[in-house]
Antibody
Framework: QVQLQESGPGLVKPSETLSLTCTVSGGSISSYYWSWIRQPPGKGLEWIGYIYYSGSTNYNPSLKSRVTISVDTSKNQFSLKLSSVTAADTAVYYC??????????????????WGQGTTVTVSS | QSALTQPASVSGSPGQSITISCTGTSSDVGGYNYVSWYQQHPGKAPKLMIYEVSNRPSGVPDRFSGSKSGNTASLTISGLQAEDEADYYCSSYTSSSTQVFGGGTKLTVL
């Protein structure tokens, strides 16, 4: 079955750029929407943004100025970059796949496959 | 976009039923049948329990059900079991083609 694995530095300095990659195994990245979600310690989930395998994206308005999500279909990977990070960006970061229904795939459908999450701490 | 509103906590005894509400606006919950519910145990990734308001992915017990009325969606768990104790999050598609989560509800099985 499809599995997702996040990877990237666990420690990022303030004002620098956080970079994470999600590797899709057991299936193709094509035809699906893919999202990044984060969860600060002891807090709830926050949706960061999505990318379609073709490259179209949309982001959480509160993070839009700092976020870039890209896809590399040849590597079956998609990536997150978050610039100018502060301590408030410390969180567990998850990647996830949006499901399909009736043969149609949409960001509207639930996120049916999740990575295990990776902890990113912003600190000098 | 504002987070959807969920109660911070709910509780119930084994065998009972509980309902968790998720209130949004006509630009998200009320405008689309794209509400999902997730279960998250401590230290684990969220798990999809309900999609498109009331559909269950394969493998999710039929004790879990979802519904929607106006701008409020609900998750009902019947025949509560100890393993249901977890955090639950709703999410919705929005008119801006984004996703928004609720603040989360901690379910305690007494």
């Amino acid at each position: 079955q499809v599995q997702l694995q996040e990877s990237g530095p666990g420690l990022v300095k303030p004002s620098e750029t956080l970079s994470l990659t999600c590797t899709v195994s057991g299936g193709s990245i094509s035809s699906y929407y893919w999202s990044w979600i984060r969860q600060p310690p002891g807090k709830g989930l926050e949706w960061i943004g999505y990318i379609y395998y073709s490259g179209s994206t949309n982001y959480n308005p509160s993070l839009k100025s700092r976020v870039t999500i890209s896809v590399d279909t040849s590597k079956n990977q998609f990536s997150l970059k978050l610039s100018s990070v502060t301590a408030a960006d410390t969180a567990v970061y998850y990647c996830a796949r949006h499901g399909c229904s009736g043969g149609s795939c949409s960001i509207g459908y639930g996120m049916d496959v999740w990575g295990q999450g990776t902890t990113v701490t912003v600190s000098s | 976009q504002s987070a959807l509103t969920q109660p911070a906590s709910v509780s119930g005894s084994p065998g009972q039923s509980i309902t968790i509400s998720c209130t949004g606006t006509s630009s998200d919950v009320g405008g689309y049948n794209y509400v999902s519910w997730y279960q998250q145990h401590p230290g684990k990734a969220p798990k999809l329990m309900i999609y498109e308001v009331s559909n269950r992915p394969s493998g999710v017990p039929d004790r879990f059900s979802g519904s929607k009325s106006g701008n409020t969606a609900s998750l009902t768990i019947s025949g509560l079991q100890a393993e249901d104790e977890a955090d639950y999050y709703c999410s919705s598609y929005t008119s801006s083609s984004t996703q928004v989560f609720g603040g989360g509800t901690k379910l305690t099985v007494l």
